[in-house]
């Protein structure tokens, strides 16, 4: 139901742009956001959006990342800016939907970010 896109190799202070599309049944999208999960650590959140926009970020992130999202086409997006080797990590998308009536949270395959020194 959920496809992110947009992960790679980057050099410290580069950019990303993370996408994650919503498909199949799905009825409405309340908040949406990303995670990661870096080798050996918990996942953690790096940001949410609701659907009225409403931004939350993690501190690390603060004034690097950006996360927007565009309605019509059920998808959400990560900018991230300033890009550091501790950025390094599994990334993944995440909504909750009504999808065939039922109010539901769902996760995509997860990206990986890597950020080389």
């Known amino acids: 139901q959920l496809q992110a896109s947009g992960g790679g190799l980057v050099q410290a202070g580069g950019s990303l742009r993370l996408a994650c599309a919503a498909s199949?049944?799905?009825?409405?999208?309340?908040?949406m956001g990303w995670y990661r999960q870096a080798p050996g650590k918990q996942r953690e959140l790096v940001a949410t959006i609701t659907s009225g926009g409403t931004t939350n970020y993690t501190d690390s992130v603060k004034g690097r990342f950006t996360i927007s999202r565009d309605n019509a086409k059920n998808t959400v997006y990560l900018q991230m800016n300033s890009l550091k080797p501790e950025d390094t990590a599994v990334y993944y998308c995440n909504a909750k939907m009504v999808v065939r009536g039922v109010w539901d949270d769902y996760w995509g395959q997860g990206t990986l970010v890597t950020v080389s020194s």
């Open positions: 199949g049944s799905v009825f409405s999208i309340g908040d």
